[in-house]
């Protein structure tokens, strides 16, 4: 994790805090009727809880032998979050041309930047 370096009280903090903000984010866009988008903010929120679980159990050392089953849980969760996201993203944007434009080179970006991710691995890890 990034925030390795972070105290456990302030990780939790921190993660609890930007959860809750995911949240506040939840109910705005169930409140103006973006259902899809409201699920995958709360999928979101969902693996901030599930990293704040992961760090506490192997901070204190509890069921280490099972820890590994929450990080593939939560990519598992973040992945899909993020995959309904740009679905409802899509749904929104779709008979907005600018939004439309603007979406797509979104996905342009992110799509070049896990590419050159992956070949970075496969070029550092042979």
Same mark, same amino acid.
């Given at each position: 994790?990034?925030?390795?370096? /972070?105290?456990?009280?302030? !990780?939790?903090?921190?993660?609890?805090?930007?959860?809750?903000?995911?949240? #506040?984010?939840? %109910? +705005?866009? %169930? +409140?103006?009727?973006? &259902?899809?988008?409201? #699920?995958?903010?709360? $999928?979101?929120?969902?693996?901030?809880?599930?990293? =704040?679980?992961?760090? #506490? !159990?192997?901070?204190?050392?509890? /069921?280490?032998?099972? *820890? %590994?089953? #929450?990080?593939? /849980?939560?990519?598992?969760?973040?992945? =899909?979050?993020?995959?309904?996201?740009?679905?409802?993203?899509?749904? =929104?944007? +779709?008979?907005?041309?600018? &939004? +439309?434009?603007?979406? $797509?080179?979104?996905?342009?970006?992110?799509?070049?930047? !896990? =590419?050159? /991710?992956? *070949?970075?691995?496969?070029?550092? !890890?042979?």
């Amino acid at each position: 994790m990034i925030l390795n370096y /972070l105290p456990l009280p302030l !990780f939790v903090l921190l993660l609890l805090a930007a959860s809750i903000g995911v949240l #506040i984010g939840v %109910w +705005k866009a %169930w +409140k103006e009727g973006y &259902k899809l988008q409201a #699920i995958s903010y709360s $999928m979101i929120a969902l693996g901030g809880g599930e990293a =704040i679980i992961y760090r #506490i !159990f192997r901070d204190l050392n509890i /069921l280490a032998n099972d *820890l %590994w089953l #929450i990080v593939p /849980l939560a990519i598992s969760t973040i992945g =899909i979050a993020a995959v309904l996201g740009g679905i409802s993203n899509y749904k =929104i944007a +779709k008979n907005d041309e600018v &939004k +439309k434009n603007r979406f $797509m080179r979104g996905v342009y970006f992110f799509s070049g930047f !896990f =590419i050159l /991710l992956g *070949l970075l691995g496969i070029y550092l !890890f042979r």
